[in-house]
Every structure is written in C-alpha cells, then in structure tokens.
C-alpha cells in the first residue's frame, strides 16, 4: 500500500519502526547467511586439510549431494581453500530455494563467508594467502562476474556449464570464452575435476524431481 501513502509518511513510519522492529512491518528484513546445521555436524571430526585437487573437488561433491539429501538448496557446493596447504577456509552451498534469494549460489555464499572471516572484502589483500575456489559446477553468469572481484586467483571445476544445463538449469549470458574468460583476469582456471562424479549429483537432483531455475 505504500502508493497511497506520502513519501514524508512512509519515512516517518520506517523510523518508528527502527525504535520498534518486531511490531512495525515497514521495516525491512535483514539478510544474513546461515549454514545448515548438517553441515557443523558433517564436518565435525573431519580432517580439514585436503593435498590434491582430486581430494579438494570430492569434498565439495560430497557437499552438493548432502544439499540435495538434506533439501536446503540446488544440487551446487563450493569451497574456498589456501592454495598450496589446501586448508579448507571457506564452505559455499546453493541456498536460493532455502533462503528464497535467487542470488545464493555455492560460490557466493563461500566468498561472502570468507570476506567476513578475514574482515576484508578484497581477498588478495594479503600476498601470503592464496586462496582457491573449488566449485562442483563451473560458475554461472553471475558468479563469473563476481569472482574477479572478490581477489580468488584460481578456480577449479568438476561439472561444466553445459552439464547444469543439460538438466535445465539456466546459466545465464555468459561472456565469449565462458569460464576462461576469468584468465584474461589473471585467474587461473581448472576444468573438469572429476566431472563425471559432479555430473552424477546432477542427475540424482533432476531424478529427485528437484526444483529447477
Ligand atoms: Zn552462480
């Protein structure tokens, strides 16, 4: 109903409501960026440095498909680990249809997690640490535009674009050279880690009757 009501009335009435939020409607939500609790209790006694890429890509797999088992989100996980240790940093699950927020994808939960850890919105700010970002399906449209920004210097990917698509999911406009595009960045790019094993969590989503957007 805000169209019928002044402009001064729906400030004056949006200042009530911050002395007042649990009463007032016109105040307007906070979003925030809540793991799932299956999540704490899978990685509670796990070993949290993974040495090779193969390792890396099998520990966000694995994540997808507890997405998808445990129905808080698409069948999509990233993670953000320290280059060389592989220390895991950062954990990323697709939440949009959890969270209703059509902007949740894997990788932007993990670099909005890790951005907070570090207090930095730049995460090549420290030249010590390197970090990467390992997705279980190459990024989408948006997460190609918001990767440069975030100061991750490599990615590495199981499912490519085309396999997300494959089951219907919509990538989005993505530039010329897709994910390569990232190298003319100066971010290194990895593709097709084990693929196949990312592509199975892709069909047991669609199998699963998932929804897909
Ligand atoms: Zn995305």
Redesign the pocket.
């Known amino acids: 109903m805000l169209g019928f009501i002044s402009l001064s009335t729906y400030y004056s009435k949006l200042s009530e409501s911050a002395k007042n939020p649990k009463k007032d409607p016109m105040k307007y939500p906070e979003v925030a960026i809540k793991l799932p609790d299956w999540f704490y209790e899978f990685l509670e006694n796990r070993e949290k440095t993974f040495t090779s890429l193969e390792k890396r890509m099998k520990f966000v797999i694995e994540l997808s498909r507890l997405n998808i088992t445990n129905q808080t989100g698409g069948p999509f996980a990233a993670a953000i680990f320290e280059i060389n240790e592989g220390v895991l940093v950062s954990p990323g699950l697709n939440m949009v249809t959890s969270m209703n927020s059509s902007i949740m994808?894997a990788?932007?939960v993990a670099i909005a997690i890790l951005q907070q850890l570090i207090g930095n919105y730049n995460l090549g700010s420290d030249p010590s640490k390197v970090y990467e970002l390992v997705t279980s399906t190459e990024?989408?449209a948006?997460?190609l535009g918001a990767i440069p920004w975030s100061g991750i210097r490599r990615v590495v990917c199981g499912a490519r674009g085309e396999d997300a698509e494959q089951i219907g999911f919509d990538e989005g406009h993505k530039p010329a050279k897709g994910i390569l595009s990232l190298e003319q960045q100066g971010i290194t790019v990895v593709r097709d880690v084990l693929r196949d094993d990312a592509i199975t969590v892709l069909k047991q989503y669609q199998q699963s009757g998932g929804e897909i957007y």
Do not use: A, G
């Open positions: 994808h990788e932007i990024p989408c948006m997460c």
